[in-house]
């Protein structure tokens, strides 16, 4: 979807030893790794695999208004807010994820939708990957979240949104990226308002 531009060389200075899955279930797996580093040194390596593909929505309205979403974060134990966002099965179009995502969080669809960014969470210890949107020309529904979701939905000025990033009251990666992206594009004139 996202044109990635390589880099001049991409060859792996790790080598691996031996492999073996230790965790899995139906979003993650787990898998360990014995290696050499790029230094020479043996070592261990634990990979976080995502079966999905990490999906974020701006939506934003005539006025500049957006919505935001918050939950509460079992593995952060605390409450986030968050675009609106959620997972889609790889080889399933990340467009076709991102308007299921927007409707069921939110209620809203979208006649325009604007590829955003794609980017790596944390590619340290995984390798989820995102991509986000930005939506506009929006209507309002009713929400459908998943049983596993409490939700609560502001609408607020974009502006606000972006302040709440800077305060760091946002912290969610993708969301803080979205949002951040979303801002510089609309300071550079980038698509029409």
Sequence with gaps: MF?????????????????????????????HHDVINPSGGEGVYGVVHFKNVAIGVVPLDADLYTWIVGQYRYPLNRYSWEIPEGGGPHGIDPLESAQRELL?????????????????????????????????DLQQGIAQPEETEQLRVRHLPFAEVVEMVLTGEITDALSVAAVLKTNEWIRRGKFPL
């Design 3 to 31: 044109n990635r531009k390589p880099a001049e060389t991409e060859i792996n200075p790790w080598k691996t030893l031996n492999e073996q899955q230790v965790y899995d279930n139906r979003w993650i797996s787990v898998s």
């Design 104 to 136: 069921e969080e939110t209620g809203l669809t979208a006649k325009t939708w604007i590829p955003l960014l794609d980017m790596h969470l944390s590619n340290s210890v995984c390798d989820e990957y995102a991509v986000a949107y930005i939506a506009r």
